[in-house]
Structure formats: C-alpha cells, structure tokens
C-alpha cells in the first residue's frame, strides 16, 4: 500500500546520547513525526519495523558503530533506499569519504544549529519525495491505478528475501477474468475497462494489510502476494475475492444493462529455501490457475 500523499514523514534518529535526541525532536516535531532508538542494533531492528522516510545517524556509539548500522541499512532491500545523514563531531575528509561510500547522503556536524538541521531534512525529504513520484509514475498500471508487473517484481524479490530470512511463509494468488474477450466483444473496450479497474478496488478491499501486494500483471491477468500467510488463510481471502466478484454487478455507460463476470484463482504457497525461487512460486500458482480454468472457472485451487 502506498503511503497517503498527507501523512507526515517519519525521521528516525539513532544515538546514544539522550540529550540529543531530546533536542532533534525539539527542531522536527511537530512538522514531522520523530522516533528514536539509543543504540545501532536497536537502530536496525526500528529501522526495520517502522521504514523511516529518513534516518539521522550518530557514527560513534558503543557496541554497534554508526558505519555498521549504515552498511546493514544499504545491505538490506527493505531499507537501501532510506537516505542517511550522519551526525559526528568528527568531519574529516576520511570519514566523509567513507559514509558516502557506504551510501550516506549529508552531513550534520556537533554541535548543530537547528536550522541547519531541518534545512538539511528538509532538503533530503523533498528530494526523496521527487523520487518516489517518479517512481510511482513508471510502476503504477495506469487503468487500474494498481502497481504494475515491473512494481510487483521488485517487491516480490523484497518480500521473498525477507520470508526467506525469517523462514516465513508467502502466499500468491494468480487471479484471471473468466471469457474476459467474450465480455469485450458483448459490451465493448471501454466497458472491459471499468470492469479491471472495479476488480481492482475490490482486490485491494479484501487483501488490505500493509504488506500485501496488489498487481495488474497484463490484461485481465491480476497478482495477489501476500507474505506471512499460510495455506488456509490465503485460500480464504482468495474465496473472499473469488465470491465477491461472483456477486458484483456492472451496468454499461447508458445505464440499460447489468454486467456480471467470475474469476479463477490459482493459489499457491511456499516457505523459500535456498533450492527454490520466487519463480518457482509463481509457476506453481499458474498451474493451480490452469487447474481452476479446465475445472469449470469461477473456482479457486490450490496445489
């Protein structure tokens, strides 16, 4: 799910020092939302759980140095892409050198002038702003305003490391529009058209967690991923969908015909391992798709 265009931006400061965090909150609340974490591995684990829009980084910190919790931070799909300005007393050419080297984006030197600070915020949360419009604009399918195959491959790759890490399970549903050229030649493209995206609203109705991923991934071809989700809970959203679609009705633009259409929902789920990849995820839930379609369609299965 996307974030909403009005929410605040969340700034998460990692140091060991309570007096300065206390005075960052200070300076960026309440324009923006603030946590904290006083030491690096607390860091990462909040990093992890709450994705930051940016994360301000004190390099000298016992246990964990700043220069680890950053080369984790680009390490790891989920969070490569936060930008990270360092806090330091010690700005040398060395250190500058080697944290834009690990992926860091500025600097704020101790001790700091508080409009520095949030011009500096500033600037790094608009440009990642920027970038995530021009992102948005090439991942997002534009009839159905739902990510595109290009946006649901580079999350499925994300979301696979991450279950393959935590040794979780990962759900997809590989969902098609039954006769779906039988309902174009009947009623017409453009009525083909609002029948996609009314499917669509409805995919993102029933399967609504944050970490779920609703894709159009070609014509009438729709992908559901859900991570973390066993067998039976992934069949019954997928019979959720599946019955939802079933009673759903259409009218055409002259408002004189009532349309109706039924899907096939291949469900497929695996635990990822080092011998399997998440193509191998995909493939398996296409087999339980052709298995719905030559069964009769309006039906979900599983392998």
């Given amino acids: 799910m996307e974030k909403p265009a009005d929410k605040k931006s969340t700034i998460l400061a990692i140091d060991d020092e309570p007096s300065l965090l206390s005075l960052l909150e200070d300076i960026l609340v309440p324009e923006w ?17 709450d994705i930051p ?19 984790a931070l680009k390490n790891a799909p989920e969070t490569q892409n936060i930008p990270v300005i360092i ?19 500025d600097f704020i030197t101790k001790p700091f002038r508080n409009a520095i ?15 995530r419009t021009i992102e948005r604009l090439g991942l997002i399918d534009p009839l159905t305003n739902i990510r595109n195959r290009r ?12 279950c393959l890490r935590e040794k979780a399970p990962i759900s997809f549903l590989m969902v098609d529009v039954d006769k779906f050229k039988n309902y174009n030649d009947t009623y017409g493209h453009p009525q083909g058209d609002t ?7 409805i995919f993102e109705s029933l399967a609504r967690r944050p970490a779920d991923i609703i894709a159009r991934l070609g014509g009438e071809e729709f992908g559901i991923l859900l991570p973390n989700t066993a067998l039976k809970p992934a069949m019954d959203i997928a019979e959720k969908i599946r019955s939802s ?42 087999e339980c798709l052709y298995q719905a379609k030559s069964s009769g369609r309006n039906r979900v299965c599983c392998e």
């Fill in 33 to 49: 939302d603030f946590i904290f974490a006083v030491s690096g591995k607390d860091g990462l684990v909040r990093a992890f759980s």
């Fill in 53 to 71: 829009d940016l994360i301000l980084l004190d390099l000298v910190m016992p246990g964990m140095s700043g220069f680890g919790v950053l080369e």
């Fill in 87 to 105: 806090i330091t007393t010690d700005h040398n050419e060395a250190t500058e050198e080697k944290c834009f080297n690990l992926g860091a984006v």
């Fill in 117 to 131: 600070v949030r011009a500096r915020v500033k600037n790094q949360l608009q440009i990642i702003s920027q970038f």
């Fill in 151 to 162: 946006s649901f491959n580079d999350r499925l790759s994300m979301e696979w490391k991450r």
């Fill in 195 to 201: 029948l996609l995206k009314s499917l669509a609203i």
């Fill in 245 to 286: 679609v079933e009673s759903m009705s259409i009218m055409t633009a002259d408002g004189k015909t009532e349309t109706r259409t039924t899907i096939s929902i291949g469900v497929a789920v695996m635990v990822p391992d080092e011998n399997i990849n998440a193509d191998d995820l995909l493939a398996r839930a296409d």
